[in-house]
């Protein structure tokens, strides 16, 4: 049975930072990629970032890129979304997802398998 539980979330004024950990057991951490996505109320689930099983390849969100990093340690079996330059829009639950054993990098939800129960993130403005 994989868990996945995301951690660090809260309230940071606009232009702050805060960083959000995610740690899965369950199964060889290094064999799948991490995503994160993130959902506004009354809004869809919406792709943040992915990291590949080694950490060699990430790709972002147009509304993130440049501002959020995904990093993961696969000893620690943990992926970390570090948030800079915050802005209001960027508020609500944060997900963190594991993916299947693929070199792809998904970008929608249907490519993961497992995730948390979220954090949530406000950004106050």
């Known amino acids: 049975q994989v868990q996945v539980v995301e951690s660090g979330g809260g309230l940071v004024p606009a232009g702050g930072s805060l960083r959000l950990s995610c740690t899965a057991t369950?199964?060889?951490?290094?064999?799948?990629?991490m995503g994160w996505f993130r959902q506004a109320p009354g809004k869809e689930r919406e792709f943040v970032g992915v990291?590949?099983?080694?950490?060699?390849?990430?790709s972002y969100g147009d509304s993130v890129r440049g501002r959020f990093t995904i990093s993961r340690d696969n000893v620690k079996n943990t992926v970390s979304l570090q948030m800079n330059s915050l802005k209001p829009e960027d508020t609500g639950v944060y997900y963190c997802?594991?993916?299947?054993?693929?070199?792809?990098?998904?970008?929608?939800?249907?490519?993961?398998?497992?995730w948390g129960q979220g954090t949530q993130v406000t950004v106050s403005s």
């Open positions: 369950g199964r060889t951490f290094s064999m799948y990629p």
């Open positions: 997802g594991a993916g299947y054993t693929s070199p792809l990098l998904p970008k929608t939800t249907r490519g993961y398998g497992y």
């Open positions: 990291i590949s099983d080694s950490g060699d390849r990430t």
